[in-house]
């Protein structure tokens, strides 16, 4: 099992900017994949963004391309998210959670089995 703990989060203005951290502890020597997910009130959990261990692979929904970025510092078993131009849109409370299948599609929430407690993102317009 692996434990994940995010931080990062808070209260911003629209346009500005914030990097989230997530910290991977424990059997992490067996995850293929790291990714952020969110949910926002009344909506269903969401993909984000995703990087496999080795940085080969990384993929981001939609609305979030060109603001968003995600990166690994893989000594350090840490994945950050660093969030530019947010938009009221973007305010959820946003997940890191690991993958453990190799070869699987990164942005399928169902493929992650480990997930952390959540950060909350709040996007003021």
């Known amino acids: 099992q692996v434990q994940l703990v995010e931080s990062g989060g808070g209260l911003v203005q629209a346009g500005g900017s914030l990097r989230l951290s997530c910290v991977a502890t424990?059997?992490?020597?067996?995850?293929?994949?790291m990714g952020w997910f969110r949910k926002a009130p009344g909506k269903e959990r969401e993909f984000v963004a995703a990087?496999?261990?080795?940085?080969?692979?990384?993929v981001y929904r939609d609305s979030v391309k060109g603001r968003f970025t995600i990166s690994r510092d893989s000594a350090k078993n840490i994945v950050y998210l660093q969030m530019n131009s947010l938009k009221a849109e973007d305010t959820a409370v946003y997940y890191c959670a690991s993958n453990p299948i190799r070869y699987s599609t990164l942005s399928y929430i169902d493929n992650y089995n480990d997930w952390g407690q959540g950060t909350q993102v709040t996007v003021s317009s």
């Open positions: 424990g059997r992490t020597s067996g995850t293929y994949s």
């Open positions: 990087i496999t261990t080795s940085g080969a692979e990384i």
